[in-house]
């Protein structure tokens, strides 16, 4: 398949371990943070979302933490699983009509 | 079903030559994008549109042409002053509401000059 990132960060896991991804956010404006997940050759989907005023949200098997104090950002997938082996990025809005800010991804791969 | 479609998936550009990306969306989402992705990085933005005959550049807009004649669409032209054309493109659309920030993208248009 295609690949969108050659020289991305790359974190390996076991098949049914946890994962950690994080993110390193610039903008101490931003109050709005999403997490897509990006397949090779394809467009990224929506995982997960947090607002400022949260400091952790939990989706299906998914987590994501915001320590704003630091400006970092982290997706915790439980259990991972080979359909979890994608890139990931976070992304960061700082008001309603600026467009997201997207970081540079990390790749996912899940030994089986 | 409602979505956003890029055309072609694949397009192979000379030299000098413009070529013009197609995105269509039928979400009625007021707000269009173009991002560029290439090995190693993360989506930068080209243009953006939030409402209909007006957009603004993005952070690496030289070398790119936008329209936005139609709520539903929303084209790309590469130009020949665009000097490494060769990347990942995509497009995306969101409600211009402030409660819902989710974007929406295509699938991507992969534009290699050969």
């Known amino acids: 398949g295609e690949s969108v990132g050659l020289h991305l960060p790359t974190l390996s896991v076991q098949e049914g371990d946890n994962s950690i991804i994080n993110c390193a956010y610039s903008?101490?404006?931003?109050?709005?943070f999403i997490w897509y997940k990006q397949e090779s050759g394809k467009g990224p989907q929506f995982i997960i979302d947090i607002r400022s005023n949260m400091d952790k949200r939990q989706g299906q098997r998914v987590t994501v933490l915001l320590n704003k104090t630091v400006k970092h950002l982290s997706l915790q997938i439980a259990a991972t699983q080979p359909g979890d082996s994608a890139v990931y990025f976070c992304a960061e809005i700082s008001s309603g009509n600026t467009p997201l800010v997207f970081g540079k991804g990390t790749r996912l791969s899940v030994i089986a | 079903d409602g979505g956003i479609t890029q055309s072609p998936k694949y397009l192979f550009r000379k030299e000098g030559q413009n070529v013009t990306l197609s995105c269509e969306q039928n979400l009625n989402h007021d707000a269009m994008y173009w991002y560029r992705q290439d090995p190693g990085q993360g989506l930068r933005l080209i243009y953006y549109s939030q409402i209909v005959n007006d957009f603004q550049k993005g952070d690496i807009a030289e070398g790119y042409s936008v329209s936005r004649e139609k709520k539903e669409s929303f084209p790309l032209t590469v130009t020949s002053a665009q000097k490494n054309p060769t990347a990942f493109y995509l497009c995306?659309?969101?409600?211009?509401?402030?409660?819902?920030?989710?974007?929406?993208f295509g699938s991507g248009t992969r534009l290699t000059v050969v």
């Open positions: 903008n101490s404006a931003s109050d709005y």
């Open positions: 995306a659309s969101t409600p211009q509401e402030g409660i819902n920030y989710g974007y929406t």
